[in-house]
């Protein structure tokens, strides 16, 4: 198939480039030339602007996927692509949008004929190699149309041992993507996924936390243990039942540096925890784990433990944030157009 990307951060270069490689032909735009130009030099279509990009597609109906921070410059750049397109193309919004807005968006843009998807992508930095997963909200009609881009970006069933009793489920789910529901159930389950991503996170920062510190003079001598911080996470890999891949990428972290000293501690939230309580309390659901979880991220930008930069480590691992490099409570910073990697 033929595709439009914008944004090409470090997730929308990647979607980029995965689709190239199962053989989809992807028109690319961004602000930054020069992250047209890598585009281009693999095998893309660059385009200079949204109104070449949407020429630039041959294929009708037409697709356009944005990746790029929720909010203002999503919002700015759906509306002027909605411009240009026809009825019965279709908008992607593959970042981290808020689900009301997707809600908002897809009536506007029913007005024009123009199809409206939200799909929250999971997968960070790694995706390239390991695929994204994926969770889509819209029309049935073009979700089923995009069908093979999202198949190609998903990991597929790899070595994950299948589920027992979904003989007669969608198979989608165990290649790493589904349809969730109409527009902006995508986004919805995505934003719930990276609420819990926050307790997960905070779950494992406090329990690393507790085990450096059993070295403490506040203890008795004889209750003092100088505990092999890196050695315990690696175990913990092979064979425990807090096995994650949240904890491999802080086992690699604690291998390179013991201390976490590169990390300092100042753990920035991307919006969707701070939406997943909104929702909670929307619904009545008690949700003490996850609400706590965010109120840590804040009491990290005031005062710094290990655990924090834990927290620290993990999100760089994933997703390759830098703490103090993004706006609060949205991801990047909104002077630029480089989609953030979502969590």
Not at 259 to 281: N, P
Request: aromatic share 8%; charged share 25%.
């Amino acid at each position: 198939m033929q595709i439009g990307v914008v944004g090409l951060g470090r997730m929308g270069g990647n979607i980029s480039r995965r689709l190239m490689k199962s053989g989809h032909q992807c028109v690319v735009f961004d602000v930054d030339a020069k992250a047209r130009a890598a585009l281009a030099a693999e095998g893309a279509t660059p385009a200079g602007s949204l109104a070449d990009l949407v020429k630039a597609l041959g294929d009708k109906p037409r697709a356009v996927w944005l990746m790029l921070p929720a909010g203002d410059i999503t919002e700015k750049t759906a509306l002027s692509l909605g411009a240009l397109l026809e009825p019965d193309d279709i908008i992607v919004d593959g970042g981290n949008s808020f689900y009301k807005d997707d809600i908002r968006r897809a009536k506007h843009f029913a007005e024009m004929g123009i199809r409206y998807v939200d799909c929250g992508t999971s997968g960070g930095v790694w995706g390239l190699d390991r695929g994204f997963c994926m969770m889509i909200g819209g029309p049935k009609d073009a979700v089923d149309h995009l069908d093979p881009i999202f198949a190609a970006l998903a990991p597929g069933l790899g070595n994950i041992p299948r589920t027992p009793g979904r003989d007669n489920s969608d198979p989608r789910a165990e290649q790493g993507y589904i349809h969730a529901g109409p527009t902006g159930a995508g986004h919805f389950v995505k934003m719930v996924h990276n609420g819990i991503e926050y307790g997960l996170m905070q779950a494992y920062a406090e329990g690393f936390d507790i085990l450096r510190n059993k070295d403490s003079k506040a203890l008795p001598q004889d209750e003092r243990f100088e505990l092999n911080i890196p050695d315990i996470a690696e175990v913990w890999r092979r064979g425990s039942v807090v096995a994650s891949w949240l904890l491999d990428l802080g086992a690699a972290s604690l291998a390179k540096d013991p201390q976490l000293k590169k990390f300092s501690g100042f753990v920035q939230d991307s919006g969707e925890g701070r939406w997943t309580v909104e929702a909670a309390i929307e619904e009545s659901v008690p949700a003490d784990v996850l609400s706590t979880a965010l109120y840590a991220r804040f009491r990290s930008r005031q005062e710094h433990t290990f655990g924090e930069k834990m927290l620290s480590a993990m999100r760089f691992g994933f997703g390759g944030h830098i703490e103090g490099h993004e706006a609060a409570g949205g991801g990047t910073k909104p002077d630029t157009n480089q989609a953030h990697a979502a969590e």
